[in-house]
Nanobody
């Protein structure tokens, strides 16, 4: 299974950006799919996730600004980012958890927010 993330780049504070993750297989039956990020010198953290059991959840600092969605027909996982802040600067990774120990990660896409 391969995941490829797109959409990163440089954006001004207050602007918007859309990340997309293309998955090489059907995502309909997956246990969870989501976006994580890792800022320089910090640990990777969960940004947003869709889970079969618990629905959708977000990191507190992005609630109301970011929206995660999936397109089962296209096998994509998207993250719409709005009102971005400099502290959103990080490498963003998409993740797909099929079931059990079978999880897969994209290669990461850099988002830089300028103040």
């Amino acid at each position: 299974v391969q995941l490829q993330a797109f959409g990163g780049g440089l954006v001004q504070a207050g602007g918007s950006l859309r990340l997309s993750c293309a998955v090489s297989r059907d995502i309909t039956s997956s246990a969870a799919m989501g976006w994580y990020r890792q800022a320089p010198g910090k640990e990777r953290e969960l940004v947003a996730e869709i889970t079969r059991s618990d629905g959708t959840k977000y990191l507190d600092s992005v609630k109301g600004r970011f929206t995660i969605s999936s397109d089962n027909a296209k096998n994509t996982i998207d993250l719409q980012m709005a009102s971005v802040k400099p502290e959103d600067t990080a490498v963003y990774y998409c993740r797909l958890h099929l079931w059990g120990r079978f999880e897969y990660w994209g290669q990461g896409t850099l988002v830089t927010v300028s103040s």
